[in-house]
């Protein structure tokens, strides 16, 4: 049975914080787990130099962090594995075992031009290791490192056919009223369709959590929906504050990034141990792949069918004389503030994301915590600027990220609810079914 956790989260549009422009803080760790903070920000990074897409990124990370939670789990075994079954050689260093995992993963996964980079770093790694603990150094390193790379090529070879890689043909949604076709200025079939077939690292399938039936036309949540996204999200004389028009480009950015970027400094700013920190990073993206894989599996499913309103409102806005529904005022000359995604309105992904990051980070810590996060901005494959963002809660980013898609105009609130729901419902799901302790008293 799936569980009925569909209740409505977002109070309001909220007004964040004022806007710093400090660069990343990276703090030092206790019980060695400066190597996964490391490599978590080394991924991190590699995301931001390859202008990975934000739907891609959440099955990378669930890649690469199965595989730095696998190899050092075969060594600790404190928790039941993810993928790996298998023990290490007796003696293997924990801390080479995670490099080596992550490093693996990385090469095999980002391009060619990201090599020289991970191979420096791993060099840098290793060598920064030593041997006064008793663990690192000789045989120890050299059965980690093999350790390490026997576990990543696992890995990827248990998702080398997940789907992802799979050719598709072509959704372009339809025409009928309400349903979802493609947008300006592009006007492409839908983007990332894989995502919806991709087979889920935790979940037993990608329609567990499929969420309800979107609202209709005539309904007043409808109603509600359209005129709040018609006066927020304009491009030009929108009713948001200086602080909204901001935030819409700044939590556009990828959200792999941002929730990696917060969930490291929380774990070090707490100083948690190398188990808990290489368990904390695997939650947070295993939740999030398989929140993107519900969230594009929903985002087809309901968008195929004619008679349900997946259409957005850089459509519905211009068309609403044909809706139906008398409390709707088209406007043909509206445009939204960001260039609307190309694929169906519902239900929404990046809401979808930070529900599912921020309740694995809710899990773990009080909702008070400092951390900045940094979106890049690339326009034609040139870095224009970047941004930062102090904050001090995870609710408070977990709402901007959420209320920013309306405020873009690229979604309704009752949709961003759904999608914030969701990830929360996928995450839930995560944190009490994956890697779960050996020991009760854990």
């Given amino acids: 049975m799936k569980p009925q956790y569909w209740i409505r989260l977002l109070g309001g549009i909220a007004v964040a914080a004022a806007v710093s422009m400090t660069s990343v803080p990276v703090y030092a760790a206790s019980d060695g787990a400066e190597q996964v903070l490391e490599w978590n920000r080394i991924f991190i990074d590699t995301l931001i130099a390859t202008n990975t897409a934000n739907s891609s990124s959440p099955r990378l990370g669930a890649i690469v962090h199965t595989a730095m939670f696998d190899a050092y789990n075969g060594i600790e075994r404190r928790y039941k594995p993810i993928s790996v079954q298998n023990s290490a050689p007796r003696g293997a260093s924990r801390r080479a075992a995670v490099i ?73 949604g339809g025409t009928a009223v309400g349903q979802w076709r493609p947008t300006p200025p592009a006007f492409g079939a839908m983007s990332a369709q894989s995502l919806a077939f991709t087979l889920p690292f935790v979940l037993p399938d990608r329609f567990v959590f499929l969420p309800p039936t979107p609202r209709g036309l005539l309904t007043q949540t409808y109603t509600d929906d359209f005129n709040a996204v018609k006066a927020l999200g304009r491009a030009t004389g929108s009713t948001r504050t200086d602080d909204q028009t901001w935030l819409a480009p700044f939590w556009e950015g990828n959200a792999s990034v941002h929730w990696n970027q917060a969930a490291n400094q929380i774990a070090s700013a707490n100083n948690l141990s190398m188990s808990k920190t290489v368990r904390l990073l695997a939650l947070l993206n295993l939740a999030m792949a398989d929140t993107i894989f519900t969230t594009w599996n929903a985002k087809r499913h309901f968008g195929a069918i004619e008679t349900v309103v997946t259409w957005r409102p850089v459509t519905s806005i211009p068309l609403a004389d044909f809706d139906g529904n008398p409390d709707t005022i088209a406007d043909p000359d509206w445009t939204p503030l960001m260039t609307t995604p190309s694929h169906p309105e519902y239900p929404s992904g990046h809401p979808s994301l930070n529900g599912a990051a921020a309740t694995v980070l809710l899990s773990c810590f009080d909702d008070a915590q400092t951390f900045t996060l940094t979106t890049t901005i690339v326009i034609a494959g040139v870095v224009t600027d970047v941004l930062s963002r102090d904050y001090t809660s995870i609710s408070q980013a977990r709402s901007d990220g959420n209320n920013a898609r309306v405020w873009g105009g690229m979604h309704y609130p009752s949709t961003v609810v759904v999608g914030n729901q969701l990830g929360e419902n996928v995450a839930n799901y995560i944190i009490q079914n994956a890697m779960q302790p050996l020991n009760v008293d854990q």
């Fill in 100 to 172: 080596a995992a992550a490093y693996t993963t990385l090469r095999a996964l980002f391009p060619l031009s990201q090599a020289a980079h991970l191979e420096a770093s791993y060099a840098a790694s290793l060598a920064a290791l030593t041997d006064d603990d008793g663990e690192d150094g000789g045989l120890a390193l050299e059965r980690g490192i093999a350790w390490g790379v026997q576990v990543a090529n696992a890995v990827l070879a248990w998702r080398a056919n997940d789907g992802f890689g799979l050719t598709y043909p072509p959704f372009r």
